[in-house]
């Protein structure tokens, strides 16, 4: 952080500069910026972390006076010194080309707040077109040549004439002043323009040249007339006359900028210690050969309890404090990649002064020369509470799983999590005690001692019955960090002291009903009060097992319905629901969503149940609802929201519609409880997401075959066939229709044999057919039977179709009867008709006939022969008879098509 902001300093100036360390004879380059890059020509790697003179091999000055001895005598005397102007040979920017330069540089020491030289700063100074005109015009004088170098530099002169009080200032002193150029100084007043807090300085410095004779350097600030501060380096030096004080004269720097950027460098350096110190987390230096520290920052003793002079009092004090189990891991990596020159960061365990054990990250940079590691630099920080939250998260998406298993025991999905728990926090020691009938009973403690878990079974809750009993008694956590003095422990803190059991914290397990149906324990071998993290683990912990024994009490109340079906539409239902449970045990999405990140942990049912690719990718929120159908996802993100501000709420539910992988839709059950922390912001929900498609489509099914079995006209009666005697039927439903045609209601005839029904005369059925089928549980597709009631009889066709369970064994039997009475009717009438009919055909083809022969040979008779006139009388009079005949017949044909 300090080098970024000297970084920043250093590129805002204008002036190439460049800072030393104080190594002698290296003198190391610790910054350069921008314009001193663009003057040389090199890039910042080439010259960082390199000697000034080895950077510069190819300059003669670098290895001759008084280059080489100019560093070394500011380190002697403290002063700022200037190098002669030397020749340089620069790249001209942007060509390949070179050019010859002209330069002057500048050392001066930046001084820490013990007076000490904290680094040096370089400046450089182009003075090649001075030069130049020097080296060209034989008329350049040195006044001129001493004149423009010393503007360049911003250097003047300075005369006081003690005896006749004249002051007088070169031409750069008034510029540094900023003054006119016509400006004349007056001898009493120029101590005038000096800060308060500098003039007494600068008179008392006056007052003992004249008296004295001694010289003076002093740096300075003055207020210049254009009201703007600077920085000023003053020499001067009496000449005497008889020991008399007659003139004294000097020079004048301005060093305004070089005194801004050490303070600068001094204010970052302060806050670059600063931050060192108050950072969260160690940081440290050590011997890249040997691994002694020689310096830790004050931190240490906050995160390990620690002082630094404890550590560095204690060459091997890292590697005796490392658990043992990390330790030849932690060195040997360490010193692998030291030797390899690499910079690295390893994790690894670390005792604490009070004995427990926290996670370090260890962040190492290599400081090498030559390629040869020599220091090692590095940040430890505590990432004990990610570490753990990481395997917290691990094991509850374990138990999870385990608990959706099938077959998977209540009693092993708990012992599995405490376990789980009790790896994470070694010291600590878990049970669960539930809760029956309002005593304790223990239902996983993997730790705990055989004897010290029989001698609190089955004792009952109260305010003073230890942690856990009072736990459930008062339906609120209890933190007994002291077993021995803790009133709530008097009756049983004998059972718990000889195990060394001597702090223990219980939490109530309360479910959606508002019962405690159990508790969870942490006990401790010393006296201990928990931690803000441990209160936070608690938490997770209460969260995890109350979906696991609200999940397995809930699968008990299903289970146990199974005996209570009632009617074969229950039977269905509860079927259904039994395969739903089976289903949620093995297929449901599980997930875990962080609210601070917005990530969604998904189980792999998720992938398996909607098709998806296992992926590791960030799932927020928003990804899920796209995921919702559209008609559901405001009424569904509205109750979650809701839900979530809800301080007081823990669990939400919801019924919507989810896109699967192939833009088909699933109903889903999403069951989700919320964590919170002691502020009552939610921060995690951990839930999961049961398919019901097919639930909802069979209760769809259902209601329609319900709706078509109680409306229809056909009578409906559904019979439970007895295990012993598959004959022998008991009714368990009629619909409207059956009371409507037997007469009937279901009050009068569910519960009992259909033999009950006694107006199926044997007289007028025959019933064999009917009990074939029975006995041989076949179907029985149509039977015509009689039925009476009230004196009126009824025709029905029956049908009989037997129904078998999963396993093939014949449970019920479904008989539908459709009342025929009226078509039967109809049918004998037309067979009624049929035969007048065919009366009617017969006589119209038979009987007629004979008349109407008899009549048309009487009429050929009379027509075609010659005839007496008796012999006419007697054939009109058998005419006659014949038609008499034929009208009989016909009035008889007439009378029957009447009566059609």
């Known amino acids: ?218 740096e300075l600030r003055i207020m210049t007339a254009k009201g703007n501060p600077c920085w000023i380096r003053i020499t001067g030096k009496a000449e005497l006359l008889d020991g008399v004080c007659t003139r004294v004269h000097g020079a004048i720097q301005d060093i305004h900028n070089r005194k801004v950027v050490e303070q600068q460098l001094i204010d970052s350096r302060n806050q670059f210690e600063s931050l060192i110190q108050t950072i969260d ?58 030797m390899e020159v690499r910079n690295h960061d390893f994790d690894y365990r670390m005792r604490r002064a009070d004995g427990e054990m926290i996670w370090i990250k260890d962040m190492v940079s290599v400081i090498h020369e030559n ?77 705990l001692p055989d004897e010290y ?53 219980s939490h109530p397990i309360i479910s959606s009903d508002d019962v405690v149906i159990a508790t969870f324990a942490a006990y401790y071998e010393k006296v201990k009060v928990p931690f803000e993290e441990e209160f936070k683990i608690i938490d997770r912990v209460i969260a995890i097992l ?55 942990e998904w189980g792999l049912g998720y992938y398996r149940m909607f098709g998806f690719n296992v992926m590791d990718d960030q799932y927020p929120l928003a990804k899920w609802a796209c995921q919702v159908h559209p008609e559901d996802r405001e009424k569904t993100e509205i109750s979650l929201q809701k839900q979530l501000s809800d301080t007081e709420k823990s669990k939400w539910t919801a019924d919507y519609r989810f896109r699967k992988a192939d833009d088909t839709y699933a109903h889903v ?47 409906v009666l559904i019979a439970e066939s007895n295990p012993d005697d598959l004959t022998g039927l008991k009714i368990l439903y009629v619909n409207a229709a059956f009371t409507k045609m037997t007469g009937s209601s279901p009050a009068e005839v569910i519960g009992k044999s259909p033999m009950v029904l006694r107006g199926f005369s044997p007289l ?25 009631r009230n004196g009126e009889s009824f025709d029905l066709n029956l049908s009989l179709h037997p129904v078998a369970d999963d396993q093939g064994m014949l449970t019920h039997w479904i008989s539908i009867g459709h009342d025929v009475t009226d078509r039967l009717r109809y049918i004998r009438e037309i067979e009624e008709q049929n035969q007048k009919f065919q009366e009617i055909a017969w006589m119209q083809s038979h009987v007629i006939r004979a008349p109407l022969a008899r009549l048309m040979s009487l009429v050929d008779l009379v027509k075609n022969y010659q005839n007496s006139e008796i012999e006419k009388t007697e054939l009109l009079d058998h005419i006659l008879t014949s038609a008499y005949s034929l009208d009989d017949i016909i009035r008889d044909i007439s009378s029957k098509t009447e009566q059609l």
């Open 1 to 218: 952080m300090a080098h970024n902001f000297i970084h920043q300093i250093f590129n805002a100036s204008p002036a190439p500069s460049l800072v030393l360390h104080t190594d002698s004879p290296k003198f190391t380059i610790t910054e350069v910026n921008e314009a001193y890059l663009a003057l040389v020509g090199r890039k910042r790697e080439q010259l960082i972390g390199k000697g000034f003179f080895e950077a510069y091999p190819e300059y003669p000055y670098a290895n001759t006076a008084p280059w080489k001895g100019l560093l070394d005598k500011l380190l002697d005397d403290h002063l700022p010194n200037q190098t002669p102007v030397s020749r340089f040979v620069v790249p001209v920017p942007g060509t390949g080309y070179t050019e010859v330069r002209y330069l002057v540089s500048t050392n001066t020491p930046v001084f820490n707040d013990n007076n000490e030289i904290e680094c040096i700063l370089r400046s450089v100074a182009d003075v090649t077109e001075i030069t130049k005109t020097r080296l060209n015009d034989t008329a350049f004088t040195k006044d001129k040549f001493l004149y423009d170098t010393q503007r360049i530099a911003r250097i003047g002169s300075w005369e006081a004439d003690v005896i006749n009080e004249k002051l007088v200032w070169s031409d750069v002193v008034k510029e540094i002043y900023e003054v006119e150029a016509d400006y004349e100084p007056d001898y009493t007043l120029a101590s005038s323009f000096y800060d308060d807090e500098f003039r007494e300085q600068f008179q008392m410095a006056i007052q003992e040249t004249l008296t004295k004779g001694t010289l003076f350097d002093l």
């Open 281 to 338: 987390g160690i940081v440290w230096e050590a011997d890249a050969s040997t691994f002694e520290f020689n310096f830790v920052s004050d931190q240490v003793e906050k995160m390990l309890g620690y002082t630094p002079e404890e550590w560095l009092g204690e060459p091997d004090f890292w590697k005796n404090h490392i658990h043992p189990d990390d330790v030849e891991k932690a060195l040997g990596y360490c010193l692998q990649e030291t």
């Open 371 to 447: 390629g040869k590691p020599v220091l090692l630099r590095g940040f430890m920080v505590d990432i004990t509470e990610t570490k753990r939250l990481v395997d917290i998260e691990h094991l509850e998406k374990t138990v999870l799983e385990l608990n959706s298993r099938k077959g998977s025991t209540l009693r092993h999905v708990l012992n599995e999590y405490l376990l789980g728990i009790e790896r994470i926090f070694p010291s600590m020691k878990c049970s669960i005690v539930g809760i029956v009938n309002n005593r304790l009973n223990n239902w996983a403690a993997p730790s």
């Open 453 to 505: 878990i029989q001698s609190i079974e089955n004792i009952p809750i109260g305010e003073t019955a230890g942690s856990c009993g009072t736990a459930a008694f008062t339906r609120e956590r209890v933190i007994v960090s002291d077993i021995a003095n803790d009133p709530r422990w008097a009756d049983y803190r004998e059972v718990a002291l000889p195990h060394k059991l001597l702090a223990c914290w």
């Open 546 to 600: 109350t979906v696991v024994l609200e999940n397995r009490q809930n699968s008990e109340v299903i289970l146990a319905s199974k005996n209570r079906l009632l009617g074969l539409v229950n039977e269905l239902q509860k079927n259904n629901e039994r395969y739903e449970f089976v289903n949620k045990a093995t297929n449901d999405a599980i997930y875990d969503w962080d609210l601070k990140t917005d990530h969604i």
């Open 669 to 715: 059950v999403e069951n989700g409880y919320i964590l919170r922390d002691r502020q009552g912001k939610a921060v995690r929900m951990i839930g999961v997401l049961r398919d019901v498609t097919r639930q909802k489509q069979e209760e769809h099914d259902l209601k329609l075959l319900s709706s078509v079995i109680t409306n229809t006209n056909d009578m």
């Open 764 to 788: 007028q059925n025959d019933f064999g057919v009917l009990r074939n089928a029975i006995r041989n549980l076949e179907p029985l597709e149509t039977e015509t039977i009689r039925y009476q």
